[in-house]
């Protein structure tokens, strides 16, 4: 089962808010309560929620009643607006939906069935590059990991944050399926749990051998010389290689740096934003204190102590040894060589 698929003409989503306690799936037919799943974390990750977008959008065409092309697209203005106002941090989102718009622009389609029918399958087109590009971010990825090694990953970046396969947790699994002996520390990442209840989950079914660990004990592992190496995913990157991921990837680069260990991010070239020079440019997801005061409704304080939950913080490119992209590792300097990669990717 894919994370995100178009099935009977809908679109169906693993709800990731009960793994790993039960599997579980959402149909959606109205591209609104689409953008309230991707809101909600129903679907989660970068690369899974800009494809989650596009079929929102080709439900948008759909749901229109609009009988010219004007209308059309004036309606898939408004639904793009809700669509992208769901999550502000990773870029897959807006880029997705801006894809998808472009496509409905196009003048090549002159009724409106002909723009539903293309926007539809563009949202497919996109799934699949998404499996494709995960899967050679995997082979680029895990020639980084040698047999033996320890690697230290943050939050979920497998098959669930992305259509299919994932990109760091792709990585692991490639290096896994060749036959080298790894072990991977699952940081539990507060206050969500991706990490604990996401990609322990998708370790159990694909038996790579996997601990989790409290975020706090990243520290004494590396310490300890038990880590190798650190990867995690990005949410977004800015021109100078700053990458912007779940809260608590910068804490565990600096320390990966100060302890002498590679860290990698690993992220499909849609994640690498060019027009954000910096990582202090971009918009960082505040999320409701309740996660914190009471992670899925478990009550660790008082409904009334107040709390703070970014969702995602910036990792300065100096703390990173590259980034693992579909295209190869980009190794720094990484605001000449990123350009460049972007550019090859086009
Ligand atoms: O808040 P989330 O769970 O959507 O955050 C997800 C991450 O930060 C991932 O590391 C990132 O999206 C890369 S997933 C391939």
């Not at 669930?160 to 080298?180: F, N, P, S, W």
Request: charged share 25%.
């Amino acid at each position: 089962m894919r994370a995100v698929a178009w099935i009977d003409d809908r679109l169906r989503m693993i709800d990731q808010r009960q793994i790993p306690f039960e599997t579980e799936t959402i149909d959606y037919e109205d591209y609104a309560e689409v953008a309230r799943a991707i809101t909600d974390m129903v679907v989660r990750g970068a690369p899974a929620i800009g494809v989650s977008a596009a079929y929102g959008m080709a439900l948008a065409a759909r749901q229109s009643a609009a009988t010219d092309v004007p209308a059309l697209l004036r309606d898939l203005a408004t639904a793009a607006g809700v669509m992208k106002a769901a999550r502000p941090t990773a870029v897959n989102l807006a880029w997705a939906v801006d894809h998808v718009m472009d496509v409905a622009r196009s003048d090549r389609f002159t009724t409106p069935n002909a723009i539903r029918a293309a926007i539809l399958d563009e949202a497919h087109r996109m799934a699949e590059d998404d499996v494709r590009t995960n899967k050679q971010i995997g082979q680029y990825g895990a020639a980084l990991i040698k047999d033996g090694d320890t690697i230290l990953h943050h939050c979920n970046t497998g098959f669930l944050a992305t259509v299919d396969y994932g990109t760091a947790l792709g990585i692991i699994r490639t290096a896994h399926e060749q036959g080298k002996h790894i072990h991977v520390l699952l940081d539990e990442t507060r206050p969500r749990l991706q990490g604990a209840r996401l990609s322990a989950w998708e370790c159990e079914q694909l038996g790579i051998p996997y601990d989790i660990i409290p975020d706090t004990a990243a520290g004494f592992y590396m310490r300890r010389g038990e880590i190798n190496v650190v990867m995690f995913g990005a949410d977004r990157v800015a021109a100078n290689g700053d990458v912007v991921n779940k809260i608590g990837s910068y804490q565990i680069a600096v320390l990966g740096h100060e302890n002498g260990i590679p860290v990698y991010s690993a992220m499909p070239i849609s994640t690498v934003d060019l027009t954000m020079p910096d990582g202090d440019e971009i918009p960082i997801e505040e999320r409701d204190p309740a996660e914190v005061r009471a992670p899925y409704g478990c009550e660790i304080v008082p409904a009334h102590f107040h709390a703070r939950n970014p969702a995602f913080d910036v990792t300065p490119a100096h703390y990173l040894n590259g980034l693992v992209t579909e295209c190869g590792v980009v190794l720094p300097p990484f605001t000449e060589n990123l350009r460049k990669t972007v550019e090859s990717k086009k």
